[in-house]
């Protein structure tokens, strides 16, 4: 409000930032000179005191490819893709790098995941993005995994039934998720058709929210309350 610009990082990026929560701001670091760098890394700061903190799993050394972050709306907890050489994990973990939970049963693309938070932080929806979306409603229990330390669906990631989940993202709320949804191929629509869906927080319910509208939509976001 004061119109004061303050540097928070000497940090070569390449992406905006993006805040966590009204007091910390996430970034990603990467080396603007080589599109071809396995190394992205994350940093939270925290803008009222300017300290600024590397979000990485602890214990880990060298070249690190983090991608698709999201962060609970507390800024306590964050799930990633953790990319590797010969390996993709879907990683869930605490900012300060303490390993939770991790997972290779879902393949997504590198940064062609998409995950969501609900406001309690108590759920996770995982899907794809630019129709790059091989699975169904994958709703994490989120208190469940931190609990047990393992992921925990409350709605089974496969099969696709009956949509695949793009881009999907909690209510202000977290009382639904709203998705893209590419149905499967029909005698009608042979090459499936993409529809904004909306499922309860537990991943179930599923409502087509365009079905009786022509050609495909796309989901810009919900309005009001915290995204």
Known sequence: TTGAVTQVSDQPVVEAPKWVTSRLLSFAATDPTDILSQERSLYLAEVSTGQV?????RGTTGTTMYAS??????GQYVVFQNIGPATSQIVLMTVDGNPIASTEDMSFPRFGMAASWDDAGTRIVIGGLAGQCP????MVDAA???AQGQFVYSASPLP???????QPVFSGDGTFAALIGV???SATAPDGRGDVYIVNNNGYDQRNMTGTL????RLIGWVGGPQ
């Open 53 to 57: 903190t590397p979000v990485r799993l």
């Open 135 to 138: 699975y169904g409603r994958v």
């Open 183 to 185: 149905s499967r191929p």
């Open 69 to 74: 972050e999201a962060y609970s709306r507390d």
């Open 214 to 217: 022509r050609g495909s939509a």
């Open 160 to 166: 696709p039934n009956p949509t695949t989940m793009c």
């Open 144 to 146: 469940a995994t931190i």
